[in-house]
Each structure stands twice: as structure tokens, then as C-alpha cells.
């Protein structure tokens, strides 16, 4: 069974920086592509980023150049490292794993593996 948890979400200023973890058990390394989502108040959740996934262009073009997938296979984790934070980065972020590797299925959210979520509010 595949379980995710994330955290280290919290309050940052504009250009700040902060590094999302999520700690992962059940999945099969190199054969479902993990990535993070994010869902902004008021607003649907939308795909960030994306490692191990067979298509797509790895980053959403918002984030592009800011934010960073990194994965410890050995310490079962996902990270997301984000730079240069901005107000509309304000989300609750959630940690992602694919039945299999295609991202197509995987941006489709239909059938992917879910943590709870972490906030990340970025104010001054």
C-alpha cells in the first residue's frame, strides 16, 4: 500500500526560500513517477513538478527555474526545494506518486496516490 506524508510547509516572505519534504513507503522506485501538486485557495489543484515520469516537461512553466523535484530513493523521500517564492506560490502543496510512470495519467490526478497536504503561505 502506498502511503505519503508530507511536510515542512510554513510562512515565508516574497524571495524567500523553503524545502518541502515527503517521506514515501509502498512505491516501486523507477516505475511510478512521483511529483508535487499544489491547490491555492479558492482555486484547483494544479501540477507542479514531476521525477521518474515517462513524457512531459518536468516543471510547470510558473515554477520553472524556482522550484526543484529531488529524490532520495535510499531515505524513501521527495523533496521540493522552492526559491524566489512569490504570493501566488501561496498553496496548500501535496506529494504525489503515479500508478505508473506516464505522466499524461499522472497530470490527470484520476488515479494517483495521495499525502494530506502542507501549506506554504508566502506574505509580507
Known amino acids: 500500500q502506498v502511503q505519503l506524508a508530507e511536510s515542512g510547509g510554513g510562512s515565508v516572505q516574497p524571495g524567500g526560500s523553503l524545502r518541502l519534504s515527503c517521506v514515501f513507503a509502498g512505491v516501486t522506485n523507477g516505475r511510478q513517477?512521483?511529483?508535487?501538486?499544489r491547490q491555492p485557495p479558492?482555486?484547483?489543484?494544479?501540477?507542479?513538478?514531476?521525477?521518474?515520469?515517462?513524457g512531459g516537461p518536468g516543471y510547470a512553466e510558473s515554477v520553472r527555474g524556482?522550484?526543484?523535484?529531488?529524490?532520495?530513493?535510499?531515505?524513501?523521500?521527495l523533496y521540493l526545494r522552492?526559491?524566489?517564492l512569490k504570493p501566488e506560490d501561496t498553496a496548500?502543496?501535496?506529494c504525489a506518486a503515479?500508478?505508473?510512470?506516464?505522466?499524461d495519467e499522472f497530470v490527470r490526478q484520476e488515479d494517483n496516490y495521495w499525502g494530506r497536504g502542507t501549506q506554504v503561505t508566502v506574505s509580507s
Open 33 to 37: 513517477c512521483m511529483g508535487w501538486f
Open 42 to 54: 479558492e482555486k484547483e489543484r494544479e501540477w507542479v513538478g514531476n521525477i521518474d515520469c515517462e
Open 66 to 77: 524556482r522550484f526543484t523535484v529531488v529524490k532520495d530513493n535510499g531515505a524513501n523521500s
Open 82 to 84: 522552492m526559491t524566489n
Open 92 to 94: 496548500m502543496y501535496y
Open 98 to 103: 503515479g500508478r505508473g510512470r506516464s505522466w
